[in-house]
């Protein structure tokens, strides 16, 4: 079983929707959790960073982190086409062999249709 | 401020070649993580360096290496090359490289193994 697994899609959706997208991951040690967005061609820009459970707005986004399931989310609404990307979630721990380094999801493709 | 460079953008080599990446981070970060990108395995961590030691490795044959100078700025290594190590690598920089720092990414260098 891998440490993170995110559906890869990908997913495609008109403009306005709202974007649901999820990760679950098996690491107790995980205590920091991100979602990056990255464009074609591009490398990963960091989006939203969470360390409780709970919920962190930012905008149109929504991370969502539930801590007991090993379940992160993140949200997009009013979802645009300059929203087409993949996005990774992305997880990190404390001290240890998960300190100084993230461990991804595969990402999900987006694809918002004007 | 500018952003993490990596060079050279591009690359294309032949199996058994081998190929030095390069790195240079935000002014200020000293800490610097590489990460492999494949359609098939995506992100995965290689390497990171910290005012010149590496902290933590990944699980990646020792045809892989990396250093890092005093100036923070990193090159990674990698010899007799294989067609499977045809990937995006990013590099990423940060202040302390703790799992509480944000990591910034470079756009990668596209290598290529024919």
């Known amino acids: 079983q891998k440490e993170v697994e995110q559906d890869p899609g990908p997913l495609s959706v008109p403009e306005g929707a709202i974007v649901s997208l999820n990760c679950t991951y098996s690491n107790s040690a995980f205590q920091y959790f991100m979602w990056y967005r990255q464009y074609s061609r591009k490398g990963p820009e960091l989006l939203m960073y969470t360390y409780s459970s709970g919920n962190k707005e930012d905008g149109r986004f929504t991370a969502q982190v539930d801590k007991s399931s090993k379940y992160i989310s993140l949200f997009i609404r009013d979802s645009q086409p300059s929203d087409s990307a993949t996005y990774l979630c992305?997880?990190?721990?404390?001290?240890?062999?998960?300190?100084?380094?993230?461990?991804f999801g595969k990402g999900t493709l987006l694809t918002v249709n004007p | 401020k500018a952003g993490v460079t990596q060079t050279p953008r591009y690359l294309i080599k032949t199996r058994g070649q081998q190929v030095t990446l390069s790195c240079s981070p935000i002014s200020g970060h000293r800490s610097v993580s590489w990460y492999q990108q494949t359609p098939g395995q995506g992100l995965q961590f290689l390497f990171e360096y910290f005012s010149e030691t590496q902290r933590n490795k990944g699980n990646f044959p020792g045809r892989f290496s990396g250093r890092q100078f005093s100036n923070s700025r990193s090159e990674m290594n990698v010899s007799t090359l294989e067609l499977g190590d045809s990937a995006l690598y990013l590099c990423?920089?940060?202040?302390?490289?703790?799992?509480?720092?944000?990591?910034?990414f470079g756009p990668g260098t596209r290598l290529t193994v024919l």
């Open positions: 992305a997880m990190s721990g404390k001290s240890g062999g998960s300190n100084y380094k993230l461990t």
């Open positions: 990423a920089s940060s202040f302390t490289g703790q799992s509480t720092d944000t990591q910034y």
